[in-house]
């Protein structure tokens, strides 16, 4: 089996993505990662935002768990260097059997910088060299992929990783990425929902989550590139922009993940908008289940 078909194996086609972890305890990560397992999702994806760090967080959920693949999506390159990512990569895949992927990013700092190419380029490269340089011969090969938007950052991901981590990405973004990568590396598309049927809670809830998000050049960069102009996100989210980044009713949802696949997506990792507590996550994510899987 190559490298991409494990990686596409261990993530399955539907995951779970959500914030609400790295605000967690341990002992109430651990309670809803096994719910999430016992749901039939195949993966979990946990950002980097908060107060926890990202691979001790993985280690947390993988330590109680038994099936699930854990995704960092994503681990900021600006908060490890690359020998800690090798290192902490590697020990969490001989700790959980090879369940743990690594999502690397530049993370919101670096992104806004003027050479984030040449920046990530650089991260990977010593990555890789750190790696075959620790290699034993039972040593299996890092399960990593890259976040990116643009064409440039998605063939990056395609040659010096197994995939793209899309974050934000309608199947517009998706097609894209295909496009940059190659029929072979793995696209994991984030795909955000609000389970309503009513269409203005759910362009509310879709605003409120997208403002945070449009003053960073970077998205700024990538909802232009999707045909986008200033005005849909310098004045605050528009209709139009929230409509294409956020799904809501349950015949959307659907149509939208069939729509992420066609155009090349292997994965898709399914955030629930508009929860408040842990408890309205597990709830949101049992009737989600029923949708997708």
Known sequence: M???????????????????????TPSEATIAAQEIERLGYPSLWVPE????????????LLEGTWSLTVANGIARMSDRS??????????????????????????????NQIE???????????????????RADDTSPPLICLAAYGPKMSALAGSHTLGAHTYLANPEHTKLTRLAMGPDPVIAAEMAVVLTQDSQVA????????????????????????????????????????????????????NRLTAHRVNGADHVCIQ???????????????VLSHLVL
């Open 116 to 134: 984030p190419l040449s920046i990530a380029t650089s991260y990977l490269n010593e990555f890789t060299d750190l790696w075959e340089e620790q």
């Open 203 to 254: 362009i509310e809830i879709g605003r409120d989550h997208l403002q945070k998000y449009t003053s960073s050049k970077s998205n700024q960069r990538k909802f232009k590139m999707l045909g986008f102009e200033d005005k849909d996100f310098l004045d605050g989210p528009s209709d139009r922009l929230v409509s294409e980044l956020v799904t809501f009713g349950s015949d959307a949802i659907r």
């Open 82 to 111: 690359p020998g800690a990512a090798v290192a902490g990569h590697r020990y969490l895949q001989m700790k959980s059997g090879g369940r743990h992927i690594l999502g690397l990013g530049l993370g919101g700092a670096l992104s």
């Open 2 to 24: 190559s490298d991409f078909a494990q990686l596409r194996k261990k993530l399955g086609p539907v995951g779970v993505w959500s914030f609400r972890f790295d605000y967690l």
């Open 272 to 286: 629930v908008l508009g929860t408040r507590t842990l408890q309205e996550d597990l709830e949101s994510w049992a």
């Open 49 to 60: 935002v908060g107060p926890t760090e990202a691979l001790s967080l993985a280690s947390q």
